[in-house]
């Protein structure tokens, strides 16, 4: 049992019973007024901005409800689309707004959460306060109680024996309520959940736009990457191949009237080539490695971690082996992970989890350096994000400042986790 976990639901039940009583129930007046008026048309002006408050206070409860009850809930509210300006585009957000079904749904929570939100909030905190009061009468409160009839509980209170009753009843209520009080606070999670999540149509719409997003931004990967491998070619390949077609001309002129010259240009021109076939080498593996195609995502992984200037600890389970561009997407994923800890973490350690868990292979990054990755930055990691949503896969950071900084990377495997034993790797000192 957590005391404080238990302790620490009691003061989230009260916040929470003051938002749903004062928030919700002030906002669902103002929104039933500002569409009572919309027949005369100054709700056209009030509905946006009463929306846009309302949709805040949601967000603020989607928060809370993932902080403090342990529940995700998605936002399902459509893109504003572009709105002319003036008193034409006011018109034209209101009625977005208004077709928009979570707007509605937003409303129908407003009428359920000043009740049941709020019944689930006070009971948390009733709990531990009421047992609280147990003890703040044995400990001398019931003497100007004495008098009135005061029953706590089922106990009356009228002297210090019935007080002291009061008190052991008090504590199987706190007992109670530190034990039951986190689950209390769950359901008042699932519940806003139940309305503020968006609808199945909803959920599969986003889905398409995710998939339309992650479509177009695989485009652009895949682009760019073609212009890194011409560019490639062009600077450093074709380039040393062509000097190595001008020194055999050379070298046939010269073999005819300076063989020694020649001699030293062909040495110049084998270690040439030799460049020239390492350049191509390092292209293809910046293609595909061939350690990922032989022996598959795990080992591949190893090899980056014992390449790595970072110290890397790998504990990898059974994964088996994905599809091909999967595998190639997680691949290259902990490769921008690990290069951009060596560049910007200023860590002395990493840590690389890797594992089958409810149809997805989930991959953690965590190193103990500075802290403060933002995906949002113009980092490496936004190509992360990139790469993998071209296979609706996330990726999800948590950098605090000062660190550590934890990565997830979730990708569908499609192949189901083979029964073998999890191995792992350390990098040697």
């Not at 707007?103 to 359920?112: A, F, G, N």
């Not at 409810?358 to 992360?384: F, H, K």
């Amino acid at each position: 049992m957590d005391v404080r976990a238990g302790l620490m639901a009691a003061v989230r039940g009260l916040g929470l019973a003051m938002l749903s009583m004062v928030c919700s129930l002030v906002l669902f007046c103002l929104t039933v007024v500002s569409l009572v008026l919309l027949p005369l048309g100054l709700g056209v002006l009030t509905t946006p901005w009463v929306t846009h408050v309302a949709r805040a206070n949601a967000d603020l409860r989607r928060l809370l409800a993932r902080q403090w009850c342990g529940v995700d809930i998605e936002v399902p509210y459509r893109p504003l689309p572009p709105v002319e300006g003036g008193l034409v585009g006011q018109v034209q957000r209101c009625r977005w707004l208004l077709r928009d079904p979570a707007t509605w749904r937003d409303l129908t929570w407003m009428i359920v959460d000043p009740v049941a939100g709020f019944t689930l909030g006070i009971l948390a905190l009733g709990l531990v306060g009421y047992g609280a009061l147990g003890f703040v009468l044995a400990a001398g409160l019931w003497w100007p109680l004495r008098d009135v009839g005061y029953w706590y509980g089922f106990v009356p209170v009228d002297d210090q024996l019935s007080a002291l009753a009061a008190a052991g009843l008090g504590a199987v209520l706190i007992a109670l309520g530190v034990r039951y009080d986190p689950a209390l606070l769950r359901v008042h999670g699932l519940l806003t959940r139940a309305f503020l999540a968006p609808t199945h149509e909803r959920r599969l719409q986003m889905r398409i736009e995710r998939l339309q997003e992650s479509r177009a931004d695989a485009v652009d990967v895949s682009a760019a990457e073609l212009r890194r491998i011409e560019r490639d070619l062009h600077d450093g390949a074709q380039a040393r191949l062509v000097a190595v077609g001008m020194s055999l001309g050379t070298i046939e002129h010269l073999l005819r009237t300076n063989p020694e010259k020649a001699a030293q240009l062909v040495a110049e021109t084998r270690r040439s080539s030799v460049e020239a076939l390492e350049e191509l080498r390092q292209l293809v593996r910046g293609i595909h490695p061939p350690v990922l195609a032989e022996r598959g995502l795990g080992d591949a992984v190893r090899a980056l971690a014992l390449r790595s200037p970072v110290r890397c600890e790998v504990d990898i389970g059974p994964i088996g082996r994905m599809a091909a561009p999967v595998e190639a997407a997680a691949y290259f994923s902990v490769s921008e992970m690990l290069t951009n800890v060596a560049k910007h973490a200023r860590a002395s350690r990493a840590w690389i989890d890797m594992r089958h868990q409810d149809g997805m292979l989930r991959i953690t990054v965590i190193d103990d350096g500075r802290g403060g990755a933002d995906p949002a930055g113009g980092s490496g990691l936004t190509g992360i994000e990139r790469r993998l949503g071209a296979f609706d896969g996330s990726l999800s950071v948590t950098s605090p400042p000062g660190g550590p900084t934890t990565a997830v990377i979730e990708l569908p495997s499609g192949v189901p986790a083979p029964p073998a034993r999890p191995s792992s790797v350390q990098q040697p000192s």
